[in-house]
């Protein structure tokens, strides 16, 4: 999404949003409440404290949760740089078992996929928006990208693909993972692995540090072109060809999990949530439960009425503590099933 485009709908909505008197809602209603915590304020703190306006507190917060969530993403980026193949290869393995018409065995893999499956049902796709290596890597390209446009080209407008064709787009990654089952399941797969074209194998090489392709080349090629779709549109890997994305996108999700948009408290014609999506939802018209998302929790963080919860958010009245907690559990989980590099 385009960075001038969201700096321009939050502020937006934030004007608004002061325009309509929200001041007086950050302020203490209670004379007595204000003015014992006026007490403790010292007289400096406290004057600087009077000219940050609520624009400016909305712009911090959403700072705040960014930085967060770039340390958490760099965090996974180097402890479990492989969980994303490993849960995918749970896929493959499970598929090629039933080709064989052999007993599923809980290898590994299968565990990896299991263990991530789960987490997904009840914490929605968190670890495609805070956790997964590649994910990751395609923020960074797409920053990257807007950088260079800025800085070298003066664009204004990072260039990106029109958003009204996502939702078609988004359907091929179904494709793919149908094309994937099937090869599996019918025992092509091996000869098409042959020639090593998966771009996700060449990823793995080259973040274990290994830039030795021979062998490689087919699946390199494809890397490079999906880089350049990365640069040219927001998550676009993960919207558009990602299979395990597909899988994620399939499965079911508690209904606790799901995003929460109270509507009927929103400022009119906002559409700050939706300007910053990453995959194009339609906070709008779309339901609060959407396999697509991502779950980066970007549309939380820009909200000036703080409009979109989940229910652990609801439940701790914090916005940071409980994605703390989900990478945590994630961490923890992924240290047990194997997929952290260093524990
Ligand atoms: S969609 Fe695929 S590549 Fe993207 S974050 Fe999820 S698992 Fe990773
Ligand atoms: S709906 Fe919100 S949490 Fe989901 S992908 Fe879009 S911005 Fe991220
Ligand atoms: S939920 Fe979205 S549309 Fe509603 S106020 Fe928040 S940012 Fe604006």
Do not use: H
Not at 67 to 89: D, E
Not at 113 to 133: E, N
Not at 148 to 177: A, D, H, M, T, V
Not at 225 to 237: H, Q, W, Y
């Amino acid at each position: 999404m385009r960075r001038e485009e969201i700096e321009s709908a939050v502020r937006e909505a934030a004007e608004k949003y002061t325009a309509a008197g929200a001041s007086a809602m950050i302020r203490p209603t209670s004379g007595q409440v204000k003015s014992k915590q006026e007490s403790l304020i010292p007289a400096q703190a406290k004057s600087k404290q009077e000219t940050i306006t609520p624009a400016q507190q909305k712009a911090r917060r959403r700072r705040q949760n960014a930085l967060l969530r770039n340390v958490i993403q760099v965090i996974f980026f180097l402890m479990m740089p492989g969980a994303f193949v490993a849960g995918f290869s749970g896929v493959k393995s499970i598929f090629q078992k039933v080709s064989e018409g052999s007993v599923l065995e809980l290898n590994s893999f299968v565990m990896a996929l299991i263990g991530l499956s789960l987490f997904t049902i009840v914490f929605g796709r968190f670890f495609c928006g805070f956790a997964c290596a590649f994910g990751t890597f395609g923020d960074f390209i797409y920053w990257l990208s807007g950088m260079i446009q800025k800085k070298l080209f003066r664009r204004k407008k990072q260039y990106g693909l029109p958003e009204r064709l996502s939702p078609w787009l988004q359907k091929i990654k179904f494709l793919i993972l149908a094309l994937i089952v099937l090869t599996c399941a019918t025992g092509a797969y091996e000869t098409i692995g042959t020639y090593n074209w998966n771009p996700w194998s060449v990823f793995s090489f080259i973040t274990a540090l290994r830039f030795n392709l021979n062998g490689y080349m087919i699946g390199a090629v494809i890397l490079a072109a999906i880089i350049v779709g990365m640069a040219l549109k927001e998550r676009f890997f993960c919207q558009f060809l990602c299979p395990m994305g597909a899988v994620f996108a399939l499965l079911p999700q508690l209904p606790f999990a799901w995003l929460q948009r109270d509507a009927d408290n929103c400022i009119k014609n906002c559409r700050a949530c939706q300007t910053c999506c990453p995959v194009d939802i339609r906070l709008e018209t779309d339901g609060f439960r959407n396999g697509e998302c991502i779950g980066c929790e970007k549309c939380a963080g820009v909200c000036p009425k703080g409009n979109l919860t989940r229910w652990d958010r609801t439940l701790l009245k914090n916005e940071m503590l409980p994605v703390i907690i989900r990478a945590a559990i994630l961490f923890l989980m992924g240290g047990y099933l194997g997929l952290c590099r260093f524990l």
